[in-house]
């Protein structure tokens, strides 16, 4: 599943001379956290929630110990004071903005949202914004792949049976010699021995993640290797 697919295509944009309060406004109206800046098209910054945590109206500035001012470089206290204060969207938005095109992969994108700690990516065609991607709407795409997966699917038991094998014969913790695979009418039942409870719940999870199964039964039982040789 890639971008295109997921994301959302009406996106509430600002541009840089947007007031501050519009801004927020516009944020609790429509229920989002953020929005991009764009002049003309393309992403200048993006305003988030956390842009807008300490301004002065509220009593939230953020003031620094004296010695802590004394230790901080002109450059940065007059970029903290800017953002502060400033009404405008130029003034208060993150210039450094990760997007992604319309073929990145959703596991791509669920890992630059965990790895750089943000909410939502843009996403743009030849530099200019065609939609955004939040972590809302991966959640959606994976609702949406479950119910693909729900009975009247087209795999047989005869392929479920195989898929599964074939899954774990590649994961380096399991051992299919001692489990066997059941499939009746897209329900997986798991018999045989395996060595962890780690095992056990990795094995589950496989057979769970296959499309076309919707139902798991463990019936394994866990019997540590050494065992194997009583």
Avoid: C
Avoid at 109 to 130: F, T
């Amino acid at each position: 599943m890639r971008a295109r697919d997921i994301m959302t295509t009406e996106v509430v944009a600002v541009a840089p001379d947007t007031p501050v309060a519009d801004i927020a406004s516009l944020l609790l109206k429509h229920r989002i956290s953020a929005v991009p800046v764009t002049p003309d098209g393309s992403v200048l910054g993006i305003v988030s929630e956390g842009d807008l945590l300490h301004r002065p109206e509220n009593g939230t500035e953020h003031m620094r110990s004296w010695w802590l001012t004394a230790f901080t470089d002109a450059e940065t206290l007059a970029r903290d004071y800017a953002k502060a204060h400033g009404q405008h969207a130029v003034d208060v938005m993150t210039r450094h903005v990760i997007s992604v095109t319309e073929e990145a992969e959703a596991g791509e994108i669920a890992s630059l949202l965990d790895r750089h700690h943000i909410k939502r990516v843009p996403v743009v065609r030849e530099g200019r914004l065609v939609g955004i991607v939040s972590r809302a709407d991966l959640l959606r795409a994976l609702v949406a792949g479950r119910s693909a997966s729900l009975p009247g699917s087209a795999a047989d038991d005869r392929g479920l049976h195989d898929t599964i094998l074939n899954r774990a014969r590649d994961e380096p913790w399991a051992d299919i010699v001692m489990m066997n695979v059941v499939v009746r009418g897209g329900e997986v039942e798991l018999w045989g021995l395996v060595a962890s409870e780690e095992q056990r719940n990795a094995m589950r999870v496989l057979a769970e993640g296959v499309p076309g199964v919707h139902l798991v039964r463990d019936n394994l039982r866990v019997v540590p290797h050494w065992a194997y040789l009583d």
